[in-house]
């Protein structure tokens, strides 16, 4: 797998966000939700624009590809919360404390066209090597049933199963996940998808960096 690039996203990315959200949440999830469960799933999928704020989420693109296309979008957390959009109840912007806690992998979208082609593990390499940059040694996420292959295929392990976290009787589980951060493999997965050398990825992480 090769030639994506990534870059930080922007406020003026929100629409093509959400777009590509929407069609990842009603496209991908199919052959693991009924219908009436993926319009549930909403309520604990989709954009959080604290994730844009605090300079964690990543867009990819393919290389030599229409400019406004994105293969993928997805982040991580030094907050709290776990997993949700904007609008997701049980929200909070609470720093974590990197000793002691793990950092979050957070909204993970790839766009349908671009599906098993490792935009995911781009997206998971790219956060758990920013949150190591940061002090933390562990990753933990809160895992759609679409999203549990990909992140048991990047090593992470089933905690925790919360049936209906959107407490509307429709059981669309969020399965809580953790890995220890392995730096290398991370700088392995982003050097092999965009030809990035680890120095340039970290420099560009840190820019990206709020001083809050
Ligand atoms: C989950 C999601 C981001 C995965 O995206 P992706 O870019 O297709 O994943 P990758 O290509 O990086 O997959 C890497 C590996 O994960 C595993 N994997 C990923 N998707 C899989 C699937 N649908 N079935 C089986 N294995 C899968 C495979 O081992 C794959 O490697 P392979 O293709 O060489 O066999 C995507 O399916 C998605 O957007 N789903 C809908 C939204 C969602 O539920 N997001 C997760 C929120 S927690």
Redesign the pocket.
Known sequence: MSGFSWRIAEETDIPAISALQLR??EE??RPFLTPAQIESSKKT?GLDRQLIDDGAYFMISEEGGPENVFA?CGGWGRRATL?GGSHSEGRSDAFLDPKTEPARIRA???NPD????????LLLALGELAASEEGFSKMT????L??M??YE?AGFRAISRDEDPAGDGLNVPVITMEKPIDRDGAVSVIATATGEAAAETVRRLAQARPSY
Do not use: E, N, S, W
Request: glycine share 18%.
């Open positions: 990842a949440i991908l999830q999928m993928g997993f993970m979208y790839t671009f599906t098993r082609r490792g935009v995911g593990k996420l809160g895992a759609t679409a999203g292959p990909l295929a």
